[in-house]
């Protein structure tokens, strides 16, 4: 069993939201630091956003400050990210990671512990 599973992308038209969700298992999901990171084709991982343990003090990039929101349910085991007024630059897929600390800015895979498969989000008219 996949250690972390995403699901909620799809289509959306410019300005429109969606909300992801990632469901962890075989780990102590309370212990991590969870993050939202994304690739585009053809480009390398972009950190978008990360949450400690207790689910305080969320990060954001500057490209997805204001717009979207980390949040964790740890009875649950669950990640998720609600995002608001997507761009068709935000097309890409996004994959959630686990951390044990604060990985702002990563670009590397090899940085986090877990990372799933991602699930495609896609901005367009």
């Known amino acids: 069993q996949e250690p972390l599973v995403e699901s909620g992308g799809g289509l959306v038209q410019p300005g429109g939201s969606l909300k992801l969700s990632c469901a962890a298992s075989?780990?102590?999901?309370?212990?991590?630091?969870m993050n939202w990171v994304r690739q585009a084709p053809g480009k390398g991982p972009e950190w978008l956003s990360g949450i400690k343990p207790g689910g305080e003090s969320p990060h954001y990039s500057d490209s997805v400050k204001g717009r979207f929101t980390i949040s964790r349910d740890n009875a649950k085991n669950m990640l998720y990210l609600e995002m608001n007024n997507l761009k068709p630059e935000d097309t890409a897929r996004y994959h959630c990671?686990?951390?044990?600390?604060?990985?702002?800015?990563?670009?590397?895979?090899?940085?986090?512990?877990?990372w799933g498969q991602g699930t495609q989000v896609t901005v367009a008219s």
């Open positions: 990671a686990s951390a044990t600390h604060y990985l702002g800015g990563a670009t590397n895979w090899l940085q986090f512990e877990y």
């Open positions: 075989g780990f102590t999901f309370s212990n991590y630091w």
